[in-house]
């Protein structure tokens, strides 16, 4: 059954995943595309926490049990974990998820090219509210805000 896992995280100033801290990460975990879980992770331990999240989702030793990752801008959320978890020693991002991650915002970009739609810009909001989507613009960038939203 497919898993996967939609992901939005939260930074300080620092758009570096080299020298940036996640301030939070949260997730909505689907399997077979029915919600199992959600989290929000905020503060100290926030790896200590998503990886025991992942590890007990998927099996990082058997190859053929792993997650999709989708993200708003899944480059940057993906390398801020990648990072994240090479910190900590852990090597097995890709034991637990599928490469390449999947980016929602290049998504919208395919199919707002073919439909001949011009949001004002690629922003997560933008692009919402250019599908019909309600955006409350003062819960966005919240992490858990943000990937309900995505």
């Known amino acids: 059954m497919r898993k996967e896992l939609f992901v939005d995280i939260e930074t300080n100033d620092s758009l570096d995943p080299q020298t940036g801290i996640i301030t939070q990460l949260s997730a909505i975990y689907r399997v077979g595309g029915k919600v199992i879980e959600t989290i ?38 993906t390398d801020f974990i990648r990072a994240m978890f090479m910190s900590y020693g852990n090597k097995f991002f890709g034991s637990y998820f599928f490469v390449p991650s999947i980016c929602v915002m290049q998504m919208a970009a395919s199919r707002f090219m073919r439909a001949n ?28 805000y943000d990937i309900n939203l995505t």
């Open 40 to 77: 929000d992770l905020k503060g100290d331990g926030i790896y200590a926490r998503f990886n025991a999240f992942v590890d007990s989702k998927v099996d990082r030793y058997n190859k053929d049990d792993k997650m999709y990752f989708i993200a708003y801008n899944a480059g940057f959320d």
């Open 117 to 144: 739609i011009r949001p004002e810009n690629f922003k997560l909001a933008n692009v919402a509210r250019a599908l019909d989507l309600e955006v409350d613009d003062t819960k966005l960038h919240d992490g858990l």
